[in-house]
């Protein structure tokens, strides 16, 4: 016997979508302040400091834009595969290719003029990335593997290599033994516009870009036929093996366009740490987002203002940074959760034997 | 439906409300702490305040800052901080943000954020453990002679062990690392010809659970003394499940494993912080490269436990006493290197700058990869 039955809702007023999406935010706060209230500190406090240390003055706003980017742009990345129901856990590897490709071009031709050698570096990181997603690309369209044990597994190898390279043959001979690429020259460094650098306009271009690209164009139209029925797609004439490949050069080129930006702009040379989960964060902000490109900007935005004001949590508030992480977790868990009711209907088997009746 | 909008209007006057009281009461708070007679210092670490090494070493000399300076300072702490640049960049601007105007960044791979940093704030002074960069105006280091205390330790190891085989669970193969290894290896040689000396390099500094994990091979391998260059005390608790021996390191950690502790080469941070910290606060500091030794006390050998024999008691004594005296170098020739090549001539001993080139391991040490 079940006692629970959940079915499939379509037929949702959206000033109810609203509401139910508000609910969830505020039982978030309200039940992240019980927990905060009993690991002894004043929830209000915890809150205005949170918000505070993420948008109260320039150099907290320059840190949560400098969060928001790379979240931004990932984003972009995977809502693009989302759209075609693949699942691209691979923003992390995706990010590190481009990365390291990035740093090749920087580490060896740093005496091509800048602005060139910029643009080949982000050439090279859209070209690696792209290429990393390739390979699951590929394997799904030829021969229909699962890609998302693929490109989850396909991290790994990316990190790992980066970290090859970081202790063999990219090691700074300098460094006295310490495993480190060498840092990269000035001209390698993305310019600064308005104390954040370049990538928020790179970040906003992106997010225009897919946006037009998924709405309105023929290839964004195929890509969502292909993820909503693959047979509709087949009828339809669609090339189907070519849309998941094409698809997926640009999921992958974007991530791996961030890993330039960071190695350029943020670390200045290539770590094995650099994509910062910003790869797994990315899921849950499209999927936040409901696959929309434009509100995946002011998600992505919200989840930097949670990451930088969660850091400056533990410092102005000697809050251990673990209370930061389940503050953000028990938000994320609401919000998430909140997509479920808006999508299924929860019923007790005894009401709905009576409406049967 | 007309309920439920009714009930969303409601709902969204109380979310505008909430987010009106919460910046209004961050208005009121506006000051950030720019208090003129107090001074705000940020002090980051690489692991946690109480990890019963590294940074708990590191934080003994925060609140002895705290306890000296009293109401004069307000002390920011930023724990469990990776080395990356991203996240020491924005634990530094937080805190800079908060009103510091000293940063204290206590881990080697903090330096090239903190560099960065002191170019973006020059009015904010940055005191970098272990670094070897530094500017003339807000940037400076400092370290210690741990190859003191180091080669201190390799005496009682050298003496203690039945095996004649020593492990070192130890981070990089870093000049920094390198230098702790052999003054260890030069110590307990000193006294024990025959020892050797077997290290694990985990390639990391703070790694709990690989920290460990070395210190049971090495002990599978016959090691008798455990000695380290990690933070935690992984190594030691591993020696006393096998019931040997371990050299601590950082800070008196005879708790961890009572059964095991030998002695431990540790820190006095507060000898460097507290005298500097006054300088800077007075207008009077000027970027250096701080080294302390066992003369100035800064580094030290922790209370020898019981475990430790007559003998190499007496012996590390007398050791002891010419450091403090400055008349006994550690890298005395002659020195070979584990290729049989000589590194330091008959004669000849190396100074700070000398020690501070070492790329290599000394004859008697053996160094793998985890």
Known sequence: MKFITISRRDDIPRNRIVLIRILAILLSIAFAGIVIMALGYNPLAVFRQMIKGALGGKIRLQQTALKAVPLIITTMGIIVAFKMKFWNIGGE???????????????????????????????????????????????????????????????????????????GPWKDPTSQGYPKVPDFTAKAILPNVFGVHIGWIIAIILVIVTYIFINHTKKGYEVTVVGESVDTARYAGINIQSVIIVTMLISGGMCGLTGMIQASAIEKTLTASLSANYGFSAITTAWLSRLNAVAAFFVCICFAILLQGGASLQITMNIPAAVADMIQGIILFFVLGSEFFLQYKVGFRKRLAKEEA | MKKSKKL??????????????????????????????????????IGSKTDGGYTQAQHLGTTAVEDYFGEKVKILTAENIEEEKTTVKTAAVNMISEGASIIVGTSYGFMDALEECAQEYPEVTF???????????????????????????????????????????????????LIGINAFALGAQSVNPDVEVSVVYI??????????????????????????????????????????????????????????????????????????IEKVIGGTYVPESYYGTMQDGYVDLAEMSDLVPEEAKTKVEEIAQQMKDGTFKVFSGEIKDNQGNVVVAEGESLDRAGIWQIEYLVEGVTGRDN
């Open chain 1, 93 to 167: 590897g995706q990010i590190m290719m481009g990365a390291m490709a990035a740093s090749f071009v920087a580490l060896n031709y740093s005496h091509l003029p800048k602005t060139l050698l910029l643009i080949l570096m982000a050439l090279a990181s859209i070209v690696a990335g792209g290429l990393w997603a390739f390979i699951p690309a590929i394997f799904k369209a030829k021969l229909g593997t699962n890609e998302t044990i693929f490109t989850l597994m396909l991290n790994y190898i990316a990190i790992k290599f980066v970290t090859f390279l970081q202790y």
């Open chain 2, 8 to 45: 969303l209007s409601v709902l969204l006057i109380l979310v505008m409300m909430g987010a009106l009281f919460l910046t209004a009461c961050g208005g009121e708070q506006g000051g950030d702490g720019k208090d003129e007679d107090v001074t705000t210092i940020g002090f980051i670490y």
């Open chain 2, 203 to 276: 390639n990391s500094w703070n790694d709990p659970a690989n920290e460990k994990i070395a210190a049971e091979s090495l002990l599978a391998q016959g090691c008798d003394v455990i000695a380290q260059h990690c933070d935690s005390a992984g190594p030691q608790i591993a020696a006393e499940e096998k019931g040997v021996w371990a050299v601590g390191y950082n800070l008196d950690s005879r708790d961890a494993a009572p059964g095991a502790f030998l002695t431990a080469p540790i820190w006095h941070h507060d000898k460097y912080l507290v005298p500097t």
């Open chain 2, 127 to 177: 005191l970098h453990f272990s670094g070897n960069k530094m500017n003339d105006t807000n940037f400076g280091n400092y370290f210690g002679a741990m190859e003191e205390p180091r080669y201190l330790s390799g005496i009682i190891a050298g003496l203690k062990t039945e095996t004649n085989k020593l492990g070192y669970v130890a981070a990089f193969p870093y000049t920094e690392v």
